[in-house]
Every structure is written in structure tokens, then in C-alpha cells.
């Protein structure tokens, strides 16, 4: 068995339905300079081929992409970052030896799938004692020291890219210096509720209220700002007259400060709130989060029309108990909430996009076709 050095690769296995250009482009989502490497090594312009024009593209994301002709199905390697590769596809029967011994050792499936390859630094934190709230299963894999930094990137990226894909991983889990270790993880793609919208359209509080009570009749306002009613009356200043304070009209200063007082603070963002079953608050509640973002999700950096920035529609879910929800393996109870919470998210969604157009990201912030809501 070798021995674990500096350097680590983690293996993504998806289905052989799966486009070259969808990888891609959920790389570009999350990795901001991905490119495609040449045979050189050299990372290839946007624009130079298909690809490399997709990458952190709504386009190539979406189902019903084209299939690619210009022979990106051959395996390629695409630059995530200055220390991180992807490299693939390759159908297993073709692939590095290195990354079949990984696919034996983990007794993975192979029939019907692809594999791509990611190589980074091996990064990790010192062993961390195991607790409940290990969602994707990373803490219990890792548990001889958690993926850090860079390869902590690396690997909540492929964990989100196998949940988008419906695949898995094979992950070299053995801290540096000791022999390679692999174990196979396979996200639930039903673990991810949340949605953001995000639009050139600022939705007052009562009109989003008003679309969301379309969707459940128990839609409340939530946070507003707060009622002001100005300074009270015995906020007056002093008078104070300007020769005994060194020149400086205190009153004026003063009278200037209680017109600002006495004025509405300016709405930043509100909430509204549903419950997911009226009948059941242990299920937790549902909140639309507005709010103005200065800069748009990485995913949706190439749009002309949020480069001044826009406004964010978050769809939450807020568990009753967030301890019990996230655990690898949830209660009954907390699967069903789960769901009911995400059918109530995706009911939003729908609801308020039509009034406020725009784009959606799921959870991880991959783009997301409104078609398929």
C-alpha cells in the first residue's frame, strides 16, 4: 500500500448520461478562474473551446443541454484553482490504474458511469472527535482529520456536484504520511431544501406577502426594520449658544441630528415566515429572506444585468430541532419534514418568480432551469 503524500485525488463517479460540459460548468459555479487545460498544460481561453465558454454557465447546467460534438467526451483536464485539477471523463474500463485500484478497493459500481479525477493538495485539520450533525457523512469518513483549506474546497465541491448528479465519490481519506486509505460516500440527493432567487426586482413586504399567501395561508411578515415613531418630545437639545462652546452651533448640530432621528430607517430586507405544517411545528418553519446583495453569487458573475447588483430572494428552511436534521441518517419524522419543507420551497419559488423573474440557485448555489422546479 502506498504511502500518502502531499498531494491527493478523490474520485467523482456519475452517471454516463452526465455531459462533460455539466461538470464544467458546475466547476465554474464554485471555482472562479476553472479553465481547461490544453496538451501543453496551459489553461485555454473562454471561448476557445465549448467548454471553456461554459464554464460557470447557466446553459451547460441545464437538462437539456446539447451533446457536445467537438469531441469533449475524450478525458480533459480542467484547471479548478493554482493547487486543484479535475480531470476526465473516463469510462472505467479506460481509466488510470490508479483510479481503478481506488474503484476496486471500494468495491464501486462501474457499470453505466464515468469518472473524473480531482487532484489537490491533501490538506487536514488534526482528528476531530465525532459528534452528531455530520450531514454528508464527512466527519464519520474523515474522522482522522477533516479535509482543510484548499482540499476542504475541493471536497464540499465534488460532495455537492455528486449530490446535483446523483453519483458518489471515492475519497483518499489517510492524513499525510500514512498508507492511502479510501472510503466511498454517497450524498442524498434529498438532503438540500433551500433555493435563492435572484433579481433585478425589489418585491415590497406586502406584494411578497401577498404571492406567498398564495402558497400557504399562514404566511406572516417576519423581520421589517422596526416601528418609528421619531424622537420623543423630550429629546429637544439644550440651547447653547455658539460663543460659549468655541464657536460651534450646538443647536443647529443638534436640531440636524432629530430630523435625522425622526425619520423611518431605511428597509435592508425583511422575512416571511410559514410554517410547513400548520399542524405540526416540530417541522419547523419556511422563510423568504429578502435582501440586497452589492455582489452576485459566483455562479451568476457573467450577467450583464447584476453587475451593479440586485436583490436576494432566500427560500429557507429552519428546522424545529437543527441538530436532529442534520444528521447523516434523520429520523422518519425529520425525512418527511425534509420533504414537506422543500415542496414548500419549491412552491415559492414558483410563486414568486413570475412577479420578480430573474435567476435560481439551489442550496449549493448551482443554477437551477425554474422548468424543472
Known amino acids: 500500500m502506498a504511502e500518502a503524500g502531499t498531494r491527493v485525488a478523490h474520485v467523482l463517479v456519475v452517471p454516463d ?11 465554474g459555479c464554485v471555482f472562479v478562474g476553472a479553465r481547461p487545460l490544453d496538451d501543453d498544460g ?9 467548454a471553456a465558454a461554459l464554464v460557470g454557465t447557466r446553459a451547460a447546467v441545464s437538462d437539456d443541454t446539447a451533446p457536445d460534438d467537438t469531441g469533449n467526451d475524450a478525458p480533459t483536464t480542467l484547471r479548478l484553482s493554482r493547487h486543484s485539477q479535475l480531470s ?3 469510462h472505467p474500463a479506460a481509466a488510470p490504474a490508479e483510479v481503478t485500484e481506488a474503484l476496486a478497493e471500494v468495491g464501486a459500481e462501474t457499470t453505466g458511469r464515468l469518472l473524473y479525477v480531482a487532484r489537490t493538495l491533501r490538506e487536514r485539520t488534526a482528528p476531530v472527535p465525532f459528534r452528531t450533525g455530520d450531514r454528508d457523512g464527512l466527519r464519520r469518513t474523515f474522522h482522522l482529520g477533516a479535509p482543510d483549506r484548499e482540499e476542504g474546497r475541493v471536497v464540499t465541491w465534488l460532495v455537492a ?6 453519483g458518489s465519490l471515492v475519497l483518499d481519506v489517510a492524513p499525510r504520511g500514512a498508507q492511502v486509505t479510501r472510503s466511498r460516500l454517497v450524498p442524498d440527493p434529498s438532503v438540500d431544501t433551500d433555493l435563492t432567487l435572484v433579481s433585478d426586482v425589489w418585491l415590497t413586504p406586502q406584494a411578497a ?12 411578515l417576519g423581520a421589517t426594520g422596526f416601528e418609528w415613531d421619531g424622537p420623543p418630545p423630550s429629546a429637544s437639545s439644550a440651547s447653547t449658544s455658539p460663543a460659549s462652546t468655541g464657536g460651534v452651533d450646538h443647536d443647529a448640530l443638534d436640531e440636524t441630528d432629530l430630523r435625522a432621528l425622526a425619520a423611518p ?7 416571511v415566515v410559514l410554517p410547513v405544517a400548520a399542524e405540526d411545528p416540530v417541522a419547523g418553519t419556511v422563510a423568504v429572506e429578502v435582501t440586497g446583495i452589492a ?10 444585468w447584476l453587475a451593479g447588483g440586485g436583490v436576494q430572494y432566500a427560500l429557507r428552511w429552519y428546522p424545529f430541532d437543527d441538530e436532529a436534521a442534520h444528521r447523516e441518517r434523520p429520523s422518519a419524522a425529520v425525512r418527511l419534514a425534509r420533504r414537506e419543507a422543500a415542496a414548500l420551497v419549491v412552491a415559492l419559488a414558483r ?7 430573474g435567476e435560481v440557485l439551489d442550496q449549493p448555489g448551482f443554477p437551477v432551469d425554474v422548468r424543472d422546479l
Open 265 to 271: 430607517p431605511p428597509l435592508e430586507g425583511y422575512a
Open 17 to 27: 448520461d452526465v455531459t462533460y460540459d455539466e461538470v464544467v460548468a458546475l466547476a
Open 351 to 357: 410563486a414568486l418568480h413570475p412577479a420578480v423573474g
Open 295 to 304: 455582489t452576485p453569487p459566483p455562479a451568476l458573475r457573467r450577467l450583464a
Open 209 to 220: 406577502l401577498a404571492l406567498a399567501r398564495q402558497v400557504h395561508p399562514h404566511a406572516e
Open 42 to 50: 496551459a489553461p485555454v481561453a473562454a471561448g476557445g473551446t465549448r
Open 88 to 90: 476526465g471523463p473516463w
Open 161 to 166: 456536484a455528486a449530490r446535483r448528479l446523483t
